[in-house]
């Protein structure tokens, strides 16, 4: 059975340091694209980022409001997905959740098709609070 | 950023109703659009990818509609257990974006 599970949330102030993990297991986390999605209390789902799989060299992208402060990561060794979050604000208050993305995107001619992220795991809540 | 437009944000409807809710991109997403649903304290299931192919398990009452910009959500007859939140997500640009989400309240 495919899962992930987040842990490392917790209460922290302005300004100061978080790192998120995610176990995941039932599949190689090396195969796939890995990405952060957070949802703030009553709000909606917002990306954080993602990173590429293996293949495509594990790179990475960012949402803007993240960017800089943000960093992705993985341990192959533990199929494990990791989010360093520095210089927290108010604003990173929310529930996040890691989430499993499609192996890539694949060329077939001139056409490019792309896939869909999968499985989310149960979240682990952050709360960035004075 | 591509900005994605759900309506209505909150819809109230009856065990055996038809529902739809819209989604709107601001430019062009092709067909890569996603729906998701979320219940209360659980977290999203995708539904539908390719903004018209269910995903495996997902049961035929579900269907998926659109391309460019404007998709819709199709609920053919609405069961207990499809009160939940929906979600679009177009997954062709960077960043990934979500729709504001469309809440399914019985009536």
């Known amino acids: 059975e495919v899962q992930l599970v987040e842990s490392g949330g917790g209460l922290v102030q302005p300004g100061g340091s978080l790192r998120l993990s995610c176990a995941a297991s039932?599949?190689?986390?090396?195969?796939?694209?890995m990405e952060w999605v957070r949802q703030a209390p009553g709000k909606g789902l917002e990306w954080v980022g993602r990173t590429r799989n293996k293949a495509n060299s594990y790179t990475t992208e960012y949402a803007a409001s993240v960017k800089g402060r943000f960093t992705i990561s993985r341990e192959e060794s533990t199929n494990s997905l990791f989010l360093q979050m520095n210089s927290l604000k108010s604003e990173d208050t929310a529930v996040y959740h890691c989430?499993?993305?499609?192996?890539?995107?694949?060329?077939?001619?001139?056409?490019?098709?792309?896939?869909?992220?999968?499985?989310w795991g149960q979240g682990t809540t952050v709360t960035v609070c004075s | 950023d591509i900005q994605m437009t759900q309506s209505p944000s909150t819809l109230s409807a009856s065990v055996g109703d038809r529902v739809t809710i819209s989604c709107r991109a601001s430019q062009s997403v092709s067909s890569w659009l996603a729906w998701y649903q979320q219940k209360p304290g659980k977290v999203p299931k995708l539904l539908i990818h390719?903004?018209?192919s269910l995903h495996t398990g997902v049961p035929s009452r579900f269907s998926g509609s659109g391309s460019g910009t404007d998709f819709a959500l199709t609920i053919s007859s609405l069961q207990p257990d499809d009160f939940a939140t929906y979600h679009c997500?177009?997954?062709?640009?960077?960043?990934?974006?979500f729709g504001g989400g469309t809440k399914v309240e019985i009536k």
């Open positions: 039932g599949f190689m986390l090396s195969d796939h694209y």
């Open positions: 390719k903004a018209s």
């Open positions: 989430v499993r993305g499609p192996r890539g995107e694949v060329v077939a001619g001139s056409a490019v098709y792309f896939f869909p992220m999968d499985v």
């Open positions: 997500q177009q997954y062709i640009g960077y960043p990934l974006t």
